[in-house]
């Protein structure tokens, strides 16, 4: 990945989530998912590109386990705060 692409998306990612059409984005995304997509606790199941990890916490609660892959800069502190307490069933990687 290009180094200032990289740049601008942890730039970005620090306040992302301070967006609340953002925020709704991934709710609505999430929920219409859950709607059509049986999710059960045996599930191992890959947020692809997690940013911030709005949709990993939106599933975490119904699966087993999620791997949550960073594509550019892996921004893992902007991530790591709220899924603290998650961790046990949150795997992350970084895409190079």
């Not at 990289?6 to 709704?24: L, M, T």
């Not at 609660?61 to 800069?73: H, N, Q, R, W």
Request: proline share 5%; with cysteine; hydrophobic share 40%.
């Amino acid at each position: 990945m290009n180094t200032n692409t990289s740049k601008d998306f942890d730039k970005e990612a620090a306040e992302w989530d301070s967006n609340p059409g953002r925020v709704k984005l991934a709710h609505d995304v999430g929920a219409a998912m859950i709607k059509e997509i049986n999710f059960t606790n045996n599930m191992e199941v890959i947020d692809f590109g997690c940013g911030t990890g709005l949709l990993t916490l939106k599933l975490q609660p119904l699966v087993k386990k999620i791997t949550a892959e960073v594509s550019g800069s892996p921004s893992y502190s902007i991530i790591y705060t709220p899924l603290n307490p998650l961790f046990e069933s949150v795997f992350f990687m970084a895409a190079r």
